[in-house]
């Protein structure tokens, strides 16, 4: 007798109870030391839901606009991930093709922001340091810039910092070997423009980042633009 033509429900007398299973190829390991594939990541108060990293505020007797976040692609908008970089904490990190900022932080991880770079034929790169910063700053167009719109000319003694200011709330002023290079890193109050190529070479964030950004950014932090 075959059991090819057997059924599910078979009558079968014959006896189970003498047949040999091979035990299962289990992993016995415990699950305790098993670490892992993604590390935990920390958590910062200022580092929350969108709306309310983006939202109104009061700074410097200026009353920044919310930002309309769902009109940023969610890589843009401020968080903690895994530092891809290498570098050491407290580095910042440009990278520009991605249109990403890594403030690099202790225990492999950094601080992610979206940026806005400068167009083809006015863009930094390389190894350098923020000197100084500055709260609210003065815009100051450089001689080439009022050469190419002369309506900047009521500015060439400085714009007064203020909601529509270029630099934003914030500029970071990045200097190579003791000399100032004209690139900052700074806020924008055009929200629009992160993830996009479209200014004279500086590297710009969402006003709402840039006060996060300054807050973390201790004297002499190096600054790595690739």
């Not at 929350?48 to 009109?71: R, W």
Request: a positive charge; charged letters at 20%; proline letters at 9%.
């Amino acid at each position: 007798m075959t059991l090819a033509g057997a059924t599910g429900c078979t009558s079968n007398s014959m006896d189970v109870s003498a047949l040999q299973f091979a035990p299962p190829n289990l992993d016995m390991t415990p699950t305790g030391s098993i670490r892992p594939a993604r590390p935990s990541i920390s958590v910062d108060k200022n580092i929350t839901s969108p709306d309310v990293m983006y939202a109104s505020l009061t700074d410097g007797g200026f009353t920044i606009p919310a930002v309309p976040y769902l009109k940023i692609k969610p890589e843009f908008r401020r968080q903690i991930v895994l530092d891809p970089t290498g570098e050491a904490p407290g580095t910042i990190v440009v990278r520009l093709k991605e249109r990403m900022l890594y403030l690099v932080e202790p225990g492999g991880e950094a601080i992610r922001y979206g940026v806005g770079i400068g167009r083809d034929g006015f863009r930094w790169s390389g190894r350098a340091q923020i000197q100084y910063g500055r709260e609210w700053p003065t815009w100051t167009p450089p001689a080439e810039m009022i050469a190419r719109k002369p309506e900047l000319v009521k500015w060439q003694g400085g714009q007064p910092g203020g909601l529509d200011n270029p630099l934003g709330a914030r500029a970071l002023y990045i200097y190579k070997d003791g000399q100032d290079t004209g690139y900052r890193i700074h806020g924008s109050p055009e929200w629009w423009s992160i993830g996009k190529a479209m200014s004279s070479g500086c590297v710009r964030l969402i006003n709402q980042d840039i006060i996060d950004l300054y807050s973390r950014v201790t004297k002499r932090n190096p600054v790595v633009v690739v």
